[in-house]
């Protein structure tokens, strides 16, 4: 499914997602993993961040300048809403060229709706945006092999891809980093969420 048609369904959704995850704790756990994994808390980026601002919430808090991206226009008016001083990109992260480098960068639950092609690149696009020592945490799909699912999500339907777990540690071992957790976090859900670090 091309990003754009993503985004469309998300536009669709954008308002129950803000009022459904405003005080989710999906997801906070590991965020906070990634954030103690982080040594330098200067400058966050949360792709695909949604219209709740939970992530940018919490990142705040914890000293961090954050910028938030995303495809959906509809995400990001709300987002941008309730955090008038952090900086939005309304953006398809395929197209998306980082204008500097980031201590943090997290994709939950968001680069897991690429098209299989656009898997690679963008990994390697979010390798490369990051600082020395800093910290890429992203969710995607288990297994040993790439694959291609869909799915119906609040009336919507969704698409999702994964290259499979051993690929993407690939990924970031070709971009010169280096795997600190690697979760099943909700087995037997073939989820997984992964943080690495830039050496
Ligand atoms: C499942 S929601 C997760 C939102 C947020 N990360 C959270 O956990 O609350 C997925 C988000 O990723 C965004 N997204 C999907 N594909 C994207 C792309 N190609 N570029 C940027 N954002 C994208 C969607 O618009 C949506 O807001």
Redesign the pocket.
């Known amino acids: 499914m091309h ?1 754009d048609d ?2 469309v369904r ?1 536009d669709c959704i954008a308002q129950w ?1 803000q009022t459904q ?1 405003q005080n ?1 704790l ?2 906070i756990a590991q965020l906070e993993r990634a954030i103690k994994f982080t040594p330098t808390k200067q400058l966050a980026l ?7 601002g ?2 940018i919430n919490i990142l705040n808090e914890q000293g961090f300048q954050v910028e938030g ?4 226009q509809e ?1 990001i008016d709300l987002a941008q809403q309730l955090h008038p001083d952090n900086t939005f990109y309304r ?4 197209c998306w060229n980082p204008p500097k480098l980031y201590n943090l960068i997290v994709a ?3 680069t897991f ?2 098209p299989l092609d656009r898997q690679e690149p963008v990994m390697k696009k979010l390798c490369n945006a990051l600082e020395p020592e800093g910290v890429l945490m992203f969710t995607c799909g288990g297994g040993y092999k790439q694959s291609e699912v869909s799915g119906a999500f609040q009336g919507q339907d969704f698409e999702y891809s994964t290259l499979g777990v051993n690929a993407f540690l690939q990924i970031l071992t070709e971009h010169q980093c280096t795997c600190l957790h690697l979760e099943y976090d909700q087995y037997p859900e073939n989820h997984v969420y992964i943080i690495a670090q830039k050496i």
């Open positions: 990003p993503i985004a998300y997602w995850h989710s999906y997801g949360d792709i695909g961040c949604g219209s709740s939970r992530f991206l995303d495809i959906s995400m953006a398809d992260i395929c939950w639950d968001s709706h690429l």
